[in-house]
Each structure stands twice: as structure tokens, then as C-alpha cells.
């Protein structure tokens, strides 16, 4: 059964640093990886998505790693803002299952 | 595009009472499915679907039922509610055509007392 587990389970920042959430997951036979961002009381929120084939993916201020022979994945966010704050979820998608399986995530505050 | 709908955004049961929770997508997504999300728990897969007629059971599928009798809806029902079942409930979905994300629904917030 895979399982994913993110580590820190809570982070608290100054605004303007530069800053890593880690992932890892039990198995490595995904079809992709992906972070999400959940605001209080609100739906998940698709940030990034790398397929298994790939090694990275770039949106903005946002970079997302992958090594999947390892197991790992981070997100790197670049010159963090107060907006930033939320919790960050990473979600693997089982090889031909379409199921996501998730992490319980890291709640981030970037603190102004 | 409404993207993925839910309603309620909230409801309070009583045990022992059943209710339905609504999902709509107007984004013609072969793929729906019902998640839960507890605190420490993290979201957990209920029921999922592939296409109109198809369901399939997740992680967690007792005490919830599903039918998928079009593209566009995905109820989950509840036959008979205890109050394991309070928690924060989510329909995503996704077009099956490509390598894509998830499209989630606002949530559902259920208290059963």
C-alpha cells in the first residue's frame, strides 16, 4: 500500500525567504506526482503536476522536484509572501489507477 | 465553466439518518470521485468512477453508497449516518483523455450527532 509522508508538518516563515516542503512516498511505481494547496475552509487547489517521466516542473515562484527511483519530491518556493500561507498538499498517482493517494500536508505561514 | 459543484456546503445529521451529497462537473470528466478529509488523517479515497454505469470502492467505502448515471453527476449517499462519518467530504474530478490534475469541488462539511 503506498503511502506519502510530508515533513515538516507545520513551517512558519519571514516574508521573503526562500523555502522547501519535502515529500516521500513508500512506492515508486506512480504515474505522477502532484502538490496541491488547500486554503481554510476552502477546496484543494492544483499547483503543480510532474509526470514519472520527468524530473521537475516550473510555475512562477514555484518548483517542484522529483526522483522517483528515491522516492522523494520537493516544492521550493521562491521569495515566500504573506499570500503564500496555506497548507501544501503532495498527492502520487498510482500506475494505471487514476487514484490519488495523499499526504496529510505542511501548513505554511509566512509571517509579514 | 462551473468547474466541480457541491451541495450542501454544510448539513447536521442525526444518527441513524441518511441524506445524499450532491457533485456536478460541467468539464465532460470521465473520472469522478469522493474523498473525506480528517484531521491527522489526511484525504482518504471513498468511491471513484471511470465513466456513466461504473463505480468502484476506494480506501474507505463502508457506510457510503455511489451511483454514476451520467457523465456530469456523482452522488454519495449515506443510508444511515453515525458520527464516524463527520467530516469534510470533496468530489474531484478529471478527464481520463490525458496526463491531468484533479478538479476539486468546494467541500461539503458534515456533523453527525
Known amino acids: 500500500k503506498q503511502e506519502v509522508t510530508q515533513i515538516p508538518a507545520a513551517l512558519s516563515v519571514p516574508e521573503g525567504e526562500n523555502l522547501v516542503l519535502n515529500c516521500s512516498f513508500t512506492d515508486s511505481a506512480i504515474y505522477n506526482l502532484q502538490w496541491f494547496r488547500q486554503d481554510p475552509g476552502k477546496g484543494l487547489t492544483s499547483l503543480l503536476l510532474?509526470?514519472?517521466?520527468?524530473r521537475e516542473q516550473t510555475s512562477g515562484r514555484l518548483n517542484a522536484s522529483l526522483d522517483k527511483s528515491s522516492g522523494r519530491s520537493t516544492l521550493y518556493i521562491a521569495a515566500s509572501q504573506p499570500g503564500d500561507s496555506a497548507t501544501y498538499l503532495c498527492?502520487?498517482?498510482?500506475?494505471?489507477?487514476?487514484?490519488?493517494?495523499f499526504g496529510k500536508g505542511t501548513k505554511l505561514s509566512v509571517i509579514p | 465553466n462551473a468547474g466541480v459543484t457541491q451541495t450542501p456546503k454544510f448539513q447536521v445529521l442525526k444518527t441513524g439518518q441518511s441524506m445524499t451529497l450532491q457533485c456536478a462537473q460541467d468539464m465532460n470528466h470521465e473520472y469522478m470521485s469522493w474523498y473525506r478529509q480528517d484531521p491527522g488523517m489526511g484525504l482518504r479515497l471513498i468511491h471513484y468512477s471511470v465513466g456513466a454505469g461504473i463505480t468502484d470502492q476506494g480506501e474507505v467505502p463502508n457506510g457510503y453508497n455511489v451511483s454514476r448515471s451520467t457523465t456530469e453527476d456523482f452522488p454519495l449517499r449515506l443510508l444511515s449516518a453515525a458520527p464516524s462519518q463527520t467530516s469534510v467530504y470533496f468530489c474531484?474530478?478529471?478527464?481520463?483523455?490525458?496526463?491531468?490534475?484533479?478538479?476539486f469541488g468546494p467541500g461539503t462539511r458534515l456533523t453527525v450527532l
Open positions: 498527492a502520487v498517482e498510482g500506475a494505471g489507477s487514476y487514484q490519488l493517494t
Open positions: 474531484a474530478s478529471r478527464t481520463l483523455a490525458a496526463p491531468d490534475t484533479q478538479y
Open positions: 510532474i509526470q514519472s517521466s520527468q
